[in-house]
């Protein structure tokens, strides 16, 4: 199956003997070594599409080891592995550039499939964009601050490997964008993409939502259900607001991340599947941990690799090529003629502080767009909430200013309950669930209201 060889560097004889043979059987042409100085004899030697890196070897740390294969041969996928209490060093490989890693005792399946992801990554062509410079934006960014170029580079060195990737930021900055770039610019490009917001959904249905049910399992299981996990085997799971996950279901999800096994509700065998998982969070994980909301084995399970959007106060020029490229997009749809921000729009744009961030920005032009013709945006077709004093995200609501009761007056009713809903969720930091306490209903509706005017647009 595999022109290259896969070295397999593991210090317990029987265990090498039988990955070994797992491998053979698949077809695999293998190298093996018991201890560091033979393994890297062996990487030296040979060019082996993969390797597979036992962490915990007698003459030399693991880790160590494949800092130095990486620094030789920097494309060669690596997968490490480790015992069941060395988590943490196999997150520390994974940050360090590890394609994969696995924990001691895994089946014969979860280990094939990891071969195969790194072989397919191997194999895989340089990203198309490479003819593009690194800074340049992946997917559908639009931006070039030194923030956001940061974030490219982290997106496109860890597209390519199996590593988690937890996404944090505020309400509006682009989480579900950068998971959409990560999966794209992977190997599993050609894979579902299976987004889940786990606030929206109540919580008596996250487990069927996740892991799928069996006919009459449960009142209204009229019909078998695939869950989101099934539904992206070969692809890619993203886990959206993450820390509002049911506590029960955190122990179920850390199960599937240990064995890619899911057990549909009802169902009485269990199934394998071949997912990476990505998740994403507008809250503090770590204050939720001390709550005891979040479970600390499954953030240290999740949290491999870190990427943290920045505000989009914080990115300078980049609110006016987005608000730019909005603007045209949306005169387009509705058969306007705006081209550009006059200069004072421009000056206000980069002055506010954007609490609702790039979602409170694209809602701003969409109304002026609906309301207005151009070709440039002026400062009298803003939106008046928007001409008062600069409301920061960590303003009380004592501080920030209101709406006023004259700016609503005209418009639709669905219209004022969503102006009243974000700002709401502005004024408390982009939580949803803090505005879903002040507005006094659940934390889902919000969610579910804020899905149904994104995919409305």
């Not at 290259?4 to 090498?16: G, K, M």
């Not at 506590?247 to 997912?275: E, H």
């Amino acid at each position: 199956m595999t022109a290259r060889p896969v070295l397999l560097i593991e210090d317990t004889p029987s265990l090498r003997l039988l990955y070994e043979s797992i491998l053979k059987s698949a077809g695999h042409e293998v190298t093996g070594a018991a201890d560091a100085a033979g393994g890297l004899a062996a990487f030296r030697a040979g060019d082996p599409a993969v390797v597979i890196l036992d962490l915990m070897l007698p003459d030399r740390d693991g880790l160590d080891l494949m800092h130095e294969m990486l620094a030789a041969r920097p494309g060669t996928p690596v997968i490490v592995v480790t015992a069941d209490g060395s988590i943490n060093k196999a997150v520390a490989a994974m940050r360090a550039g590890a394609h994969d890693f696995l924990v001691k005792p895994f089946d014969q399946q979860r280990f094939l499939n990891a071969v195969g992801d790194a072989l397919k990554a191997a194999q895989a062509p340089a990203e198309a964009a490479g003819a593009a410079g690194e800074g340049d934006p992946p997917g559908e960014f639009i931006g070039s601050s030194a923030e956001m170029r940061k974030i490219y580079a982290r997106i496109r060195s860890v597209a390519r490997s199996m590593a988690t990737v937890f996404i944090t930021g505020e309400s509006g900055t682009g989480k579900e964008l950068c998971a959409q770039a990560v999966h794209r610019l992977s190997n599993r490009a050609a894979g579902p993409f299976v987004p889940l917001n786990c606030g929206a959904i109540p919580s008596e249905l996250l487990e069927s939502e996740v892991f799928g049910h069996v006919k009459g399992s449960f009142t209204g299981a009229i019909s078998d259900k695939q869950g989101a996990a099934a539904a992206a085997d070969g692809g890619t799971l993203f886990l959206d607001e993450i820390c509002e996950l049911d506590l029960n279901l955190q122990t179920k999800l850390l199960r599937f991340l240990q064995t890619s096994t899911i057990q549909p509700v009802g169902a009485t065998r269990a199934r394998k599947v071949n997912v990476r998982i990505l998740c994403a969070t507008n809250q503090d994980p770590l204050d939720a941990i001390r709550r005891g909301r979040f479970r600390e084995d499954l953030y240290y399970r999740l949290h491999v690799v870190p990427i943290h959007m920045p505000p989009l106060r914080e990115r300078g020029e980049d609110v006016i090529l987005i608000a730019e490229r909005a603007l045209r997009d949306f005169a387009r749809e509705e058969g306007r003629a705006f081209r550009t921000l006059d200069a004072e729009v421009k000056a206000l744009f980069l002055g506010y502080g954007w609490p609702g961030n790039v979602r409170q920005l694209l809602n701003v032009l969409r109304h002026v767009v609906v309301l207005n013709d151009g070709p440039a945006v002026t400062r009298e077709m803003l939106p008046i909430e928007l001409l008062g004093p600069e409301r920061h995200p960590d303003k009380t609501a004592a501080e920030a200013r209101p709406l006023s009761l004259q700016s609503l007056v005209g418009r639709p009713l669905a219209e004022i309950e969503r102006l009243v809903i974000e700002e709401t969720i502005a004024r408390y930091g982009g939580s949803v669930p803090k505005a879903a306490r002040v507005l006094d209903v659940s934390p889902s509706t919000l969610y579910r209201k804020i899905e149904g005017w994104k995919a409305r647009g």
